[in-house]
């Protein structure tokens, strides 16, 4: 959730934030990049231990019935949030000239799906998800651009596209349902993993994580399979690095699914069991992630807006719209170095509202509607 929040505040106000692609080597610089690359770790963390939340939270419960009214409950939620208080608070317009189905309804959806295969055990469904992760790459070719009807679904299911609905209403879809469905059904197909004694579960997160990233290399190396986009040598040694690691997201590859993954396993393998001071702060946002979620993008997009008539622009010269978050193109932002100021301010901002609400949720477990924010 922290490493989130810098991709967003780059997002909105990095000077070449909304003319440059951050990962395009023939124009971006190493730290831009990186800055962009490390944030690629938060979604599929986000949407495997959803999966692996789900499988905890249902571990005991013998009610079939009960279990899918809860996922399927707080997936409809989720994907309300998603077009309603989300919406507004990336694109900040009153009109709501467009929708992007991201990351929340991405996880909204998966619940609702994983609630039909309960039935099944956690080693099916995860073999499922393992399945889809290896073999959606194959379908990259397929498009219906000349049927919309099944391009609409293609679309949904499978792959990032663009929709003009009207000519004042355009609806994008960023995070395709399958090939996320995969990741968050890997993930409860691994619930059974964090239940394990804890050096056993160190050691199994560990050897996973590297297993996953051999996996990467060796398939990476060869361009044979697996990414759209092959590494070449650049420039320099240190751009064919950025070449190699430069995976695509949207859907998200097998390559750039199995790296991201194998780095967090590892992270988790590393931080379990761990107890100081820095574990105890960083855990005050995880414990309550779409409450900070919500509000970082307001306060991100409130800062943006204070940045634009700091630098001089009016109401007036604010663009609202498909893809502008009412921000001009050119002549706004501030460089890299502040990017990262601002986002400290942030996360750091918004750390009592965290502490107070996570406190407040457990103090009144009574409350139910707490558990779906």
């Known amino acids: 959730m922290i490493i989130m929040a810098l991709d967003h505040v780059r997002d909105l106000m990095h000077t070449t934030a909304l003319s440059q692609n951050p990962v ?9 990049f990186l800055t962009r ?21 249902l571990k005991n419960n013998t009610d079939i019935a009960a279990g899918r009214k809860f996922l399927v409950s707080r997936g409809l939620w989720l994907i309300l949030l998603e077009f309603t208080i989300i919406n507004f608070g990336l694109w900040a317009d009153i009109h709501f000239r467009i929708l992007v189905f991201q990351v929340i309804a991405a996880i909204g959806t998966g619940l609702i799906i994983l609630s039909f295969l309960l039935k099944l055990s956690s080693r099916t469904i995860g073999i499922i998800g393992a399945v889809i992760i290896l073999c959606h790459n194959l ?26 609905v009207t000519p004042n209403f355009t609806f994008a879809v960023l995070y395709p349902i399958i090939p996320w469905l995969g990741i968050m059904l890997a993930g409860y197909g691994c619930g059974q993993l964090f239940m394990l004694e804890e050096n056993k579960r160190r050691k199994t997160l560990f050897l996973i994580g590297i297993s996953l990233l051999a996996f990467f290399t060796i398939l990476r190396f060869t361009n044979f399979y697996g990414d759209p986009s092959p590494w070449s040598i650049q420039k320099s040694a240190a751009f064919t690095f950025l070449s190699f690691i430069n995976i695509s997201k949207y859907p998200p590859s097998l390559l750039y699914t199995t790296v991201t993954l194998g780095i967090m396993f590892i992270i988790l393998a590393l931080a379990d069991g761990v107890r100081n001071g820095f574990i105890r702060f960083i855990s005050v946002y995880g414990k309550v992630p779409l409450f900070y979620y ?8 409130s800062l943006m807006f204070a940045l634009m008539f700091f630098q001089g622009f009016s109401w007036n010269d604010l663009p609202f719209g498909p893809f502008m978050f009412g921000r001009p193109v050119t002549g706004s ?5 502040y990017i990262y100021l601002i986002w400290a301010f942030v996360v750091l901002s918004l750390y009592p509202l965290c502490r107070w609400y996570s ?7 009574e409350k139910k509607w707490l558990r779906f924010l």
Request: hydrophobic letters at 45%.
């Open 359 to 365: 406190r407040y949720k457990a103090e009144h477990r």
């Open 294 to 301: 919500i509000l970082h993008w307001y306060l991100v997009h």
């Open 24 to 32: 395009d080597l023939t124009t971006t610089t190493a730290g831009i």
């Open 37 to 57: 690359w490390i944030t690629h770790l938060c979604a599929p963390t986000f949407v495997f231990l959803s999966g692996t939340s789900a499988y905890i939270s």
């Open 333 to 337: 932002g501030v460089e890299l170095p």
């Open 139 to 164: 379908l990259n070719n397929v498009n219906f651009n000349d049927n919309i009807p099944l391009r609409v679904i293609w679309a949904f299911l499978f792959r990032l596209d663009v929709l003009q």
